[in-house]
């Protein structure tokens, strides 16, 4: 396992840290997960910039780019032209009509961005919103947290949840003693590409196991315990994508000692607060468990899928610090990593966040909201899994209904996958992993059929 994940640097200044990764190997083009393989080369950046023939293109060496295995599903998807076609593949919210949803309390919020004419459409600070920034701090760690209040947080805005996770892999690349970060096996296809252009050193430790479909605990703990002292873990905070598999609350608890024991910094990913279980405290639960020892921590938070706000990108890094002055330090080392990056973050979503999250009715309505799409998602799970059943589809299905979050883990096959697209119009990432949020009470039958038929046929 700890499979390392080094990028081919294509060129460094002696004098200068001018990092120009190749990420060449490690991509699985289809899956949605980060990926062992390293046979399947996949080039990102051409071979030989050559100066160019008279007449033709400077660029003429530029090789085709793989599309992004996630988003590259979409596209295929946009270009079928089946009535019955459906996209499980993109993790976005779709209504029972298979319809983007914009939340109500977004569209009131924006009404009063938009009433209020002495808005002004400025430069915001290098970090950002200040109100989003300490609501998002008490949106993650809770609002009585000692850290907050003894001023031992940083936030700063960043793009969703990417950017905050490029952002924090940067500065810790940076000023951290320890290159490694650990991310979990398989995790969300971004994160190695993300931590491996920062300048970390990308390895990985076990986390699911097939044979249960559930958590590999076990594994987990081995790996981590002969991480080197000090080395960065990636915790999904919930949700895990793709697996949808989360430790409970004892198994955090041992592994949260384990970590503590080691020096191992925790690096939050969240980017599902109060999607997994509908409510934004249990959703939390993990990082808080972390922040109430007093150690320090960094958490990436995104509102793209809990608020809808998707292509807004808004998102925040929290850096917990054992001491306030720390935490300052860091965090004006922190604006020199943003700004020659993207000198300062878009205004418009990070004010509809902040409305939200000070007013104590939009913010209830808010959580009415979100806790609806969370039982909207754990329903299709149970009408999945009771459509399989009816079929009397081979298999144990239940970990659909015990797989938590936007996706489920399927368990289908390569082979499987590419049938289920051929003959039924289903898109979904090679690896089998499907987005619930994607599914109707309509479109159940249909999905459940093409299991059914693939499993049957390839078993
Ligand atoms: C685990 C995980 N982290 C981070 C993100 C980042 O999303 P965004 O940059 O859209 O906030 C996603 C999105 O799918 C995700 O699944």
């Known amino acids: ?67 992004d295995p996630i988003l590259g599903v979409t596209v295929a998807y946009n270009k079928d032209p089946s009535p019955v076609k459906l996209n499980l593949g993109v993790g976005a919210y779709r209504t029972e009509e298979g319809k ?61 949840g990417t950017g905050s996770l490029r952002v924090g892999g940067e500065f810790l690349a940076r000023h951290y003693h320890e290159r490694s970060i650990y991310i979990p096996l ?7 590409k993300v931590f491996t252009l920062a300048g970390l050193s990308v390895k990985t430790y076990r986390y699911y196991d097939p044979k249960t479909r559930g958590l590999d605990f076990q594994g987990l703990l081995e790996d981590l315990g002969s991480a080197p002292s000090g080395a960065v873990v990636l915790l999904h905070a919930c949700a895990h994508n793709p697996t949808g ?24 990913d969240s980017a599902y607060q109060g999607f997994a279980s509908g409510s934004l405290d249990t959703d939390a639960q993990s990082v808080r ?35 306030a002055d720390v935490a300052s330090r860091v965090e004006s080392q922190l604006k020199l990593v943003i700004r020659p990056m993207y000198s300062n973050p878009p205004i418009h979503g990070a004010s509809i966040v902040a409305t939200i999250l000070k007013d104590r ?57 590419a049938f289920m697209t051929k003959e039924y119009h289903i898109y979904m990432t090679s690896d089998g992993r499907i987005s619930m949020a994607g599914l109707s009470s309509r479109t159940v039958p249909h999905l459940a059929d093409a299991i059914h038929a693939a499993v049957t046929r390839f078993s």
Not at 4 to 12: D, G, I, K, R, V
Not at 34 to 49: F, R, V
Not at 186 to 192: D, R
Not at 250 to 258: A, K, P, S, T
């Open 1 to 67: 396992m700890n499979t390392n994940f080094q990028a081919q640097h294509l060129f460094n200044s002696s004098s200068t840290d001018r990092r120009l990764g190749v990420l060449a190997k490690h991509i699985d083009p289809t899956s949605s997960m980060a990926n062992t393989d390293h046979s399947s080369s996949t080039a990102i950046i051409s071979a030989s910039p050559t100066s160019h023939p008279a007449g033709g293109s400077v660029f003429s060496h530029v090789v085709q780019a793989p599309e």
């Open 100 to 160: 983007p949803l914009v939340l109500n309390v977004v569209r009131h919020a924006e009404q009063q961005l938009v009433n209020d004419r002495s808005r002004v459409k400025e430069y915001l600070p290098i970090v950002g919103l200040a109100d989003f920034n300490k609501l998002s701090a008490k949106l993650i760690l809770g609002a009585d947290s000692p850290a907050i209040r003894e001023n031992r947080v940083t936030t700063v805005q960043c793009l969703s």
């Open 186 to 192: 398989p995790t969300w296809g971004n994160h190695p």
């Open 245 to 268: 598999v989360d430790p409970t609350p004892q198994q955090w608890e041992q592994i949260r000692q384990l970590m503590r024991s080691k020096a191992l910094l925790p690096f939050f």
């Open 289 to 323: 468990m972390f922040v109430a020892d007093g150690g320090e921590c960094l958490v990436a938070q995104s509102y793209a899928k809990n608020m809808g706000l998707y292509g807004e990108r808004v998102g925040a890094l929290s850096i917990v610090c054992r001491a």
């Open 361 to 417: 009715n939009l913010f209830h309505e808010w959580t009415i909201e979100l806790k609806a799409m969370a039982e909207r998602i754990i329903s299709m799970r149970k009408q999945l899994f009771d459509a399989l059943r009816t079929r009397g589809t081979p298999g144990d299905w239940s970990h659909i209904i015990k797989q938590i979050g936007m996706f489920t883990f399927t368990g289908l096959n390569k082979e499987q996958v």
